[in-house]
């Protein structure tokens, strides 16, 4: 079955560590998205990606960093310059790149930091 | 740049129905309603593209006023399986590239 898989599903760290979170797709879309989710803020976008080999940032980049060198993974770096990183991290991935079609889900990661 | 949403919360007996709103102070291209469950992901509902223009899905449907710039959804004859929480999603005119979404509804319906 086609689908989004996001990998860890739990995950902790110490403060001042690195974490990559890893968004993996095989629905052969052009388009890949991180958002974060915290409570009562909704989803904020982190960073979104178009095609392969180059993204944006979206509205809360600082602390973070993402690679796409193939068209089926997006993954998230949390860097040690988030301040606040513990959140529940989505991935998602739409069909086209011109304009927003419906956005397909992982089932997200949850960062906890110690 | 966040659309707004209200009611924050709803709740509603079986049968009961409610409106959420979604506005933006930017000019929309487009609209996009999901529906998140506790510890699921989001579930795509529908997507409003021109003024005016209404859809339904089940007994959900929803309106996209772009003058006003805002979207309603409406939620006829609460099921329980309606629940969650329900977020739009906003496409900007000249940034649609990218889909920003509002702070959510909480929506509890009890029997």
């Known amino acids: 079955d086609g689908g989004i898989t996001q990998s860890p599903k739990y995950l902790f760290r110490k403060e001042g560590q690195n974490v990559t979170l890893s968004c993996e797709q095989n629905l052969n879309h052009d388009a890949m998205y991180w958002y974060r989710q915290d409570p009562g803020q909704g989803l904020r976008l982190i960073y979104y990606?178009?095609?392969?080999?180059?993204?944006q940032k979206g509205d809360i980049a600082e602390g973070y960093s993402v690679s796409r060198e193939k068209k089926e993974s997006f993954p998230l770096t949390v860097t040690s310059a988030q301040k606040n990183p513990t959140a529940f991290y989505l991935c998602?991935?739409?069909?086209?790149?011109?304009?927003?079609?419906?956005?397909?889900f992982g089932e997200g990661s949850r960062l906890t930091v110690l | 740049q966040q659309p707004v949403q209200s009611p924050q919360a709803v709740i509603l007996r079986e049968g009961e129905d409610a409106v959420i709103n979604c506005s933006s102070s930017?000019?929309?291209?487009?609209v996009h309603w999901y529906r998140q469950k506790h510890g699921e992901a989001p579930v795509f509902l529908m997507i409003l593209l021109k003024g005016g223009e209404q859809k339904g899905h089940e007994k959900i449907s929803a309106s996209f006023n772009e003058k006003k710039q805002q979207s309603s959804l409406y939620l006829t004859a609460s099921q329980l399986s309606y629940s969650g929480t329900y977020f739009c999603g906003t496409e900007y005119r000249g940034n649609t590239d990218k889909l920003i979404f509002g702070t959510g509804t909480r929506l509890q319906v009890f029997p």
């Open positions: 930017k000019a929309l291209y487009s």
């Open positions: 998602a991935s739409s069909v086209t790149a011109a304009g927003t079609g419906e956005l397909f």
């Open positions: 990606s178009q095609i392969v080999n180059d993204f």
